[in-house]
């Protein structure tokens, strides 16, 4: 996808998809590094915890271009290094836990223990 269609997507997502800090730190980095603009001083957020992955699972759903952007994601922050580095293992166990949008169960206590050894490691 060309980034002439890749921007409305995104902007599309940002006007009516289930944002939170962390998804929209995601949309906006996309953003910014697709029209080239620098990422200038501006609050970084990352997935804290699974409802705030949820919401950035949703995002890569809505548009998985995502998946291409997250090297320039990566070098937001560690948090965000370390996330995109186990991405996979934490989709994984999420998906596994609790379903897409947690259509299984509304609690992810595993998923949650993993997103922390994760971030722990990346301090």
């Known amino acids: 996808m060309d980034n002439t269609t890749l921007l409305p997507k995104i902007m599309a997502w940002l006007a009516t998809g289930d944002r939170g800090l962390s998804s929209e730190t995601m949309a906006l ?3 910014l590094a697709i029209v ?3 990422l200038g001083a501006r609050r970084i957020d990352y997935p ?3 409802a705030d992955f949820n919401r950035c699972l949703k995002f ?3 548009v998985p271009e995502a ?3 997250f090297y320039t994601i990566a070098k937001l922050s ?3 290094a370390a996330i995109i580095q186990h991405w996979d293992r934490i989709e994984a166990q999420f998906l596994d836990e609790v379903g897409y949008d947690w259509c299984r ?3 992810a206590p595993k998923t949650y223990a993993l997103m922390r050894k994760v ?5």
């Open 119 to 123: 971030l722990d490691g990346a301090a």
């Open 36 to 38: 080239g603009t620098p």
């Open 29 to 31: 980095t996309m953003a």
């Open 105 to 107: 169960r509304r609690e």
């Open 67 to 69: 998946r291409q952007h």
């Open 60 to 62: 890569v759903a809505a």
């Open 78 to 80: 560690k948090e965000w």
């Open 48 to 50: 804290h915890d699974p």
